[in-house]
């Protein structure tokens, strides 16, 4: 038995008659399975390059963050000299603080053109450099900053 209409039968008003398969003109509507994919793969290229692009921002900004950190911690320590860490000539450093290193070095400092003519300066000046370093697996980052103090000199017996 067939499903099909029956010849001679009679289709009652209101009802549509069977499907029929029209040829597709260049008026026909929707997208053809081409067309589709083409979109999907440009999509896919797009979603790749804005991930790629927040990916470097997120690692720059973790980047920052930690050459904020050591900054702070070498400035710290430009701020201990003549407290905590003694204003003379030597090399300092201590335990790693939140898992970075520091050293500060004292040295003394004669300006340029300055032949020491002066027989008792009032003022030694000191050239104070702190490095503070973040050990890494990729390398350590490094931050070094340099300040000028000045100190009484030291006399022996006072």
């Known amino acids: 038995m067939s499903k ?3 010849r001679g039968a009679r289709r009652l008003p209101g009802r549509p008659g069977p499907p029929r398969c029209r040829p ?4 026909s509507r929707g997208f053809s399975l081409l067309e589709v994919l083409v979109a999907f793969a440009i999509l896919a290229i797009s979603l790749g390059v804005l991930l790629q692009i927040f990916q470097r921002a997120m690692s720059t900004t ?3 963050g930690e ?11 430009l701020a201990q000299v003549g407290a905590d860490i003694p204003l003379e000539e030597g090399v300092h450093s201590g335990e ?8 500060v070095s004292i040295q003394p400092y004669q300006p340029e053109g300055w032949l020491g003519e002066d027989p008792a300066p009032t003022l030694q000046p000191y050239v104070v450099t702190a490095v503070a370093s973040l050990p890494s697996i990729t390398g350590a ?9 000045l ?4 006399e022996p017996g006072l």
């Open 96 to 103: 790693p603080e939140d898992g970075m290193d520091w050293i």
């Open 67 to 77: 050459y904020s950190r050591i900054v702070a911690l070498a400035e710290a320590k």
């Open 151 to 154: 100190a009484q000199p030291y």
């Open 62 to 64: 973790a980047i920052s």
């Open 24 to 27: 597709r003109t260049a008026h």
């Open 4 to 6: 099909g209409p029956v």
């Open 141 to 149: 980052r490094q931050v070094t900053l340099r300040t000028l103090r």
